[in-house]
């Protein structure tokens, strides 16, 4: 147990649900490392109370928050927003100043890291992603940034698929967005020929969930979701494919978010950013699963 006293400062995660977050287990780890004098906490906060919870925390000098589901949109009023949180229109990370919330979002950062760590190139394939909510947001920035050029878009929703490729466009205008409509007979040539599939849909969130077409090709697959035994339903299906669950993402952003609150401690080198592959084997030994292959991670 950290010793705790009247210097600890406070950082933490806001969301609801937050019990399964496995975020308190490697920041906390992460401040023990740098031998940080914080901790870092869950808060469980449902969203008519989130402005509230905004102003309490602050007034109680916490430096720095994570934010994830349901906050991620709608925190992006209540904060100063960086260039990339405002493009992607969400926020995951929050940094303490006198006068307010500096924010940025880290998930991008996170998927792009994954890709790297499979060394995928995806200018040279094209991508089919399912799911166009936030999350789908993110990873198409990292996506934008890796030099993807055509993406498809297949949704349960053909409308907000629709409108989230339409939205974009401008935004990457290097990259073809398509949107897919939610069926077999239309989802199924790309499957064959995109070489990297990812989900980022909350399918997998339910164990008891099953993927709705089947993942016959081969090449790579990125699920957004995790589990501690990183067997999501999504990497069940692509079993043909070399997959990973979200835990390399969730890790990865969490090292970017830990840089983005000590920043200044480490451009003078006061301690190291914590390392992608050592932080993922240390968590996959707390939680007992088999390790992953992310061979970029290792160079």
Not at 44 to 62: K, R, S, Y
Request: glycine content about 8%; aromatic content about 8%; proline content about 5%.
């Amino acid at each position: 147990m950290k010793n705790i006293n009247g210097q600890t400062q406070v950082y933490g995660i806001l969301g609801n649900p937050i019990s399964h977050s496995l975020s308190p287990l490697f920041q906390n780890h992460f401040l023990e490392k740098a031998d940080v004098n914080a901790c870092y906490l869950p808060y469980l906060v449902n969203p008519e109370q989130l402005e509230q919870t905004l102003h309490g925390l602050h007034a109680a000098h916490v430096q720095g928050l994570n934010i994830t589901i349901p906050h991620k949109e709608n925190i992006l009023s209540l904060v100063r927003a960086d260039k990339d949180a405002q493009t992607i229109g969400a926020v995951n990370t929050l940094k303490r100043n006198n006068d307010g919330w500096s924010a940025t979002n880290t998930d991008w950062q996170g998927f792009a890291s994954v890709i790297k760590g499979l060394q995928v190139d995806v200018s040279q394939t094209p991508v089919l992603l399912f799911g166009a909510g936030g999350t789908s947001r993110a990873i198409l920035h990292a996506l934008h940034h890796q030099g993807a050029k055509d993406v498809f878009i297949c949704n349960r929703n053909i409308t907000r698929a629709q409108s989230l490729a339409s939205s974009l466009q401008s935004t990457y205008p290097n990259m073809n967005i398509t949107p897919l409509a939610w069926d077999s007979e239309t989802v199924a040539p790309h499957i064959q020929t995109c070489q990297l599939i990812i989900n980022s849909t909350s399918i997998g969130l339910d164990e008891q969930d099953a993927f709705p077409f089947p993942l016959t090709g081969n090449g790579f697959a990125i699920d957004a979701v995790y589990k501690p035994h990183g067997n999501t339903v999504f990497c069940k299906a692509a079993h043909n494919y070399t997959s990973v669950d979200g835990l390399p993402m969730l890790i990865a952003q969490g090292i970017a978010s830990f840089a983005f609150w000590f920043e200044d401690e480490l451009r003078i080198a006061a301690f190291h950013l914590p390392n992608n592959q050592v932080a993922l084997q240390w968590v996959e030994q707390e939680l007992g699963r088999t390790a992953l292959k992310l061979p970029g991670w290792r160079a």
